[in-house]
């Protein structure tokens, strides 16, 4: 399984440690980056939700409902719909304007709602998101398009989001997840984007905190901000600036992924170290081990419904959840 060492690069462990002795003397807090305030802070963490399906495989908004209600007591700063694990390839246009419909209609006004609106052609791309934003999306996050990959130049990238920020009547984040596009918005690119005025971050999920850190030092006079892509590498994330996380977990263990965002903010490095470490297990194995399969069976341990993924997504076998199941218990979650 992975261990913490792995995932933090050497110079990155050395600067954690120095943090985690400082904190009984005093509590260092996270930083704002110097630049222009805000518009728009994204600054927390976020569920991107699972869609809940029917045994018949619909899409089942009372369910999606009454997750919603449960994640209510939970601070989070909003909500992700329409993201990878909510199944988004395999919904139809239509089912993705009602999750976003189901979803505003639950969701506190003071709680975010980001949709995803990423689609192969910028054309297409335009149109929902002006679609999303008409369902009541606040923010529009956008996938790489990927199909045609090799002709996906930065030089072609920075054109497809330049002209979707353009048209979008609500902030853009951009999404890159090379673990499902097989392409990573190149550096240059994000740095490029991050001045438009209706570009407003990044969700990076490509675990490289190198990257971000560059992300979050070079875009420092610039109302950008990052966010960690997953629930691995979000105290790594949060040591070197980034504002907030859209972690898979957090359908799961919400709570005390909000935990490790006020202990990081507050300075109490030791005691978030520890709450990280005992999250990166949990976190493989409903991401890289066993997926939405994996993501939708914890969440039914915790008092969530998970239910059915879309063929052709198949269910965990037997053997695959004890082993999820053990995961998450030796980690001392269950």
Not at 41 to 48: A, H, K, S, V
Not at 288 to 301: C, D, Q, S, T, V
Request: aromatic share 6%.
């Amino acid at each position: 399984m992975v261990v913490l060492s792995t995932l933090l690069a050497s110079p990155l462990r050395l600067t954690l440690a120095a943090l985690c002795r400082a904190a009984p003397r005093q509590h260092r807090g996270l930083s704002t980056p110097s630049g222009p305030g805000h518009s728009l802070n994204l600054g927390g963490i976020f569920p991107p939700l699972a869609t809940p399906f029917s045994p018949t495989q619909e899409v089942d908004y009372a369910q999606l409902e009454g997750n919603l209600r449960r994640y209510a007591s939970i601070p989070f700063r909003g909500m992700v719909v329409l993201g990878s694990n909510g199944e988004y390839p395999y919904l139809a246009p239509r089912e993705r304007l009602e999750v976003v419909n189901c979803v505003r209609r639950s969701l506190p006004r003071d709680r975010l709602l980001l949709a995803g609106s990423g689609c192969e052609s910028t054309q297409a791309t335009i149109e929902l998101t002006v679609s999303m934003a008409e369902a009541g999306a606040d923010v529009a996050l956008v996938v790489t398009p990927c199909y045609y990959r090799g002709a996906m130049t930065s030089a072609a990238l920075v054109q497809h989001y330049t002209q979707v920020a353009d048209a979008s009547p609500i902030p853009v984040v951009l999404y890159s997840v090379p673990a499902n596009t097989g392409l990573d918005l190149p550096l240059e690119a994000v740095l490029t984007l991050a001045q438009h005025p209706n570009i407003i971050g990044i969700k990076d999920s490509g675990g490289d905190v190198t990257r971000m850190g560059l992300m979050v030092h070079k875009t420092r006079q610039e109302d950008f901000q990052v966010l960690a892509g997953s629930a691995g590498f979000l105290l790594a994330s949060y040591a070197l600036g980034a504002s907030g996380g859209v972690c898979a977990l957090a359908n799961v263990l919400g709570a005390p992924l909000c935990q490790l965002d006020r202990l990081c903010r507050g300075g109490h490095w030791q005691e978030a170290r520890d709450l990280q470490h005992r999250l990166i297990e949990p976190n493989v194995a409903v991401t890289r081990r066993f997926g939405i399969p994996g993501l939708k069976k914890a969440m039914e341990w915790f008092g969530y419904y998970g239910g059915p993924c879309r063929a052709p997504l198949a269910p965990l076998s037997p053997p695959q959840v004890e082993e999820l199941r053990g995961t998450f218990s030796a980690n001392g979650w269950l």
